[in-house]
């Protein structure tokens, strides 16, 4: 059962960018009770420590071997099976486009803010010096992509403004990585990517729009779980 109290701190607390985009929707309504949903029903798994491994496999060269020897030492079986999903097709497809490079700005995250004292997280699961030039990398790990053409906007202009902006990211850009199923799969995985400058960035009228109706959701889903709570 949700805690009044810890509910709405985690409401306005954003996650990482890549989650906060996706409960971003056209309608207010329908972006609080995304937001009510996700506290309402937090992931039971993070993926953290596949994500870990893939940053190994760039970074750090580890052969495939290696790469699936670090996942049997996952002890939640779920995860493992998850992490078995994503590294079958991800790990030729890194090898085949040739992912690899220093790691740089180890651990970064820079803060995007949306609202009064609300900053949304901007974490790359690594950022490599690919041959001098710079580059942040994203990787998802969800069973869906599910973001739609104005999220993948959203993402854009907030990985542009809060890294590619940077003095060091000047002329560089950002890979964003998908292991989604295959359509009517529920095991079968394939990798979608596309890079941040894919997409138009939002005009300074839609950020305004954004912001607002992210700031009237938040208070109508914290209604909602003080309904919910009968608080």
Same mark, same amino acid.
Request: charged share 25%; net charge neutral; glycine share 4%.
């Given at each position: ?36 949903? +996700? !506290? ?6 993070? =993926? &953290?420590?596949?994500?870990?491994? *893939?940053?190994?496999?760039? @970074? ?77 990398? +994203? !990787? ?6 599910? =973001? &739609?053409?104005?999220?993948?906007? *959203?993402?854009?202009?907030? @990985? ?72």
């Amino acid at each position: 059962m949700m805690e009044p109290i810890k509910s709405i701190k985690k409401l306005r607390k954003p996650p990482a960018v890549q989650n906060w985009v996706r409960h971003m929707q056209r309608r207010t309504d329908d972006t609080a009770l995304a937001l009510f949903n +996700f !506290v309402k029903n937090a992931p039971r798994h993070s =993926l &953290s420590k596949i994500y870990s491994i *893939i940053k190994q496999v760039v @970074v750090d060269g580890i052969s495939d071997e290696q790469a699936y020897k670090c996942l049997a030492k996952i002890e939640n079986p779920r995860v493992q099976e998850y992490g078995d999903q994503i590294l079958k097709p991800l790990l030729p497809y890194i090898r085949a486009r040739g992912w690899q490079g220093i790691e740089i700005f180890k651990d970064m995250a820079e803060f995007y803010p949306v609202g009064a004292n609300v900053n949304v997280p901007v974490r790359p699961t690594f950022v490599i010096n690919d041959d001098g030039q710079l580059v942040p990398y +994203f !990787v998802i790990g969800w069973t869906e992509i599910g =973001l &739609s053409l104005y999220q993948k906007r *959203i993402f854009s202009t907030i @990985v542009t403004e809060t890294i590619l902006s940077l003095e060091e990211f000047i002329g560089s850009d950002a890979v964003i990585v998908c292991v989604p199923r295959y359509k009517f799969s529920k095991t079968e995985r394939e990798v979608v990517s596309w890079k941040a400058s894919s997409y138009e960035l939002l005009s300074i009228d839609e950020k305004a729009d954004l912001f607002d109706r992210y700031g009237n959701a938040l208070n109508q889903a914290e209604q909602m779980i003080l309904n919910e709570l009968g608080a």
